[in-house]
C-alpha cells in the first residue's frame, strides 16, 4: 500500500496540471459549444448563395427556350400560308387535268395547268427565301410541306406522261419547281410517293380512254407501269408510306392488265375496229 500512494499522487498531480492547462488555454469551457452555430449558420449562408446560382441559370435556359420557341413559331406560320397557297394551286392544276379524263388531251387542256406551274414554282420561291433565314432546319420543317409537294410531283408526272409517254425524272421536277439549290431540294421520298400517286390515275385514264374508242391505250400505259413497278422493286422499301403507296401500285397494274386483256380477247384494234371485221374486209 505504501508503494501504491506515491503512484497515486503522480497521477493525480498529471490529471491536476492537464486540467489546469485546458482552462488556461480555454477558459470559457462553453466556448466550443457557442462557437459551433455560428459555423453552421456560415456554412447555411454559403449554401444559399451557391442555390441562387443554379435558379439563375435555371431561368435564363427557359428563356432562351421560349424565345426559340417564339421565333420558330412565327416562321411556322410564315411556311404555313405559303403551303395554304401551293395546296389552293394545285387544286386548281387538278381541276384542268381533271378534264382529260373525259377527253382526248389537247393543247388547251395543257396550257392551262401550265399557268399553274409558274405559279407553283414562285411559290416555292418563296418557301425556299423563307428556309434561307434557317439554315440547316429543312428536315425541322419538312413536314409541313411534304403533303403537298407529294400532290404537286403527282400531277407533274401525270402531265409529263400524257405528253411524252414517259416518267418525269427527279432532276426535271426540280428542274420544274425550282428546286434545284442545295438549302431546297426535292426530296427523293416525295418524288416517290408523287410516282405512286401518279399511277393511281392511270387505270381511270385507260379505261375512259378505251370508252372513248382509244384501244392502244392500255398496250401503252401498261407497258409503262410494269416498267415503272419493276424501277421500283430495285428500291429495298421498309414498311413505311412509302412502300404502302408502291404496294398500291400492284393494283394498279392489275387493273390495266384487265383492260388491255379485255381489249385484245375481243379483237379490238388501235382504230376501234375488231380484227375479225379487218380480215372480211380484206377478202372482200
Known amino acids: 500500500m505504501q508503494f501504491m500512494k506515491p503512484a497515486f499522487r503522480n497521477g493525480f498531480h498529471c490529471y491536476t496540471v492537464s486540467r489546469s492547462l485546458l482552462f488556461t488555454l480555454n477558459p470559457n469551457p462553453f466556448f466550443a459549444s457557442s462557437f ?82 409558274h405559279v407553283l414554282k414562285e411559290k416555292y420561291e418563296l418557301l425556299a427565301d423563307i428556309l434561307r433565314e434557317c439554315p440547316g432546319q429543312y428536315y425541322r420543317y419538312h413536314g409541313d410541306w411534304r403533303s403537298e409537294t407529294q400532290s404537286v410531283v403527282s400531277m407533274l408526272t401525270f402531265m409529263h406522261w400524257l405528253e411524252t409517254g414517259q416518267l418525269l425524272e427527279h432532276k426535271q421536277a426540280e428542274e420544274k419547281l425550282g428546286l434545284n439549290s442545295l438549302e431546297f431540294s426535292l426530296d427523293v421520298e416525295d418524288y416517290l410517293v408523287g410516282v405512286c400517286f401518279m399511277s393511281n390515275e392511270l387505270p381511270r385514264y385507260v379505261v375512259n380512254q378505251v370508252t372513248a374508242g382509244d384501244y392502244d391505250c392500255p398496250r401503252k400505259v401498261l407497258k409503262f407501269l410494269t416498267e415503272l413497278h419493276a424501277a421500283f422493286r430495285m428500291l429495298n422499301l421498309r414498311n413505311d408510306f412509302l412502300r404502302k403507296k408502291f404496294d398500291g401500285m400492284k393494283y394498279d397494274l392489275r387493273k390495266v392488265e384487265e383492260v388491255y386483256y379485255d381489249v385484245k380477247i375481243r379483237g379490238l384494234t388501235p382504230n376501234g375496229e375488231s380484227v375479225g371485221n379487218q380480215g372480211t374486209e380484206g377478202q372482200s
Not at 439563375?56 to 417564339?70: A, I, V
Open 36 to 117: 459551433r452555430p455560428i459555423s453552421r449558420f456560415s456554412s447555411s449562408m454559403a449554401t444559399t448563395d451557391d442555390s441562387s446560382a443554379p435558379a439563375l441559370s435555371l431561368e435564363k435556359q427557359f428563356g432562351e427556350f421560349r424565345t426559340q420557341l417564339e421565333e420558330s413559331g412565327t416562321l411556322r406560320d410564315r411556311i404555313r400560308t405559303v403551303v395554304s397557297e401551293i395546296e389552293s394551286t394545285t387544286r386548281l392544276m387538278y381541276a384542268s387535268i381533271l378534264l382529260v379524263h373525259h377527253s382526248r388531251p389537247t393543247p388547251e387542256l395543257f396550257e392551262k395547268a401550265k399557268i399553274q406551274i
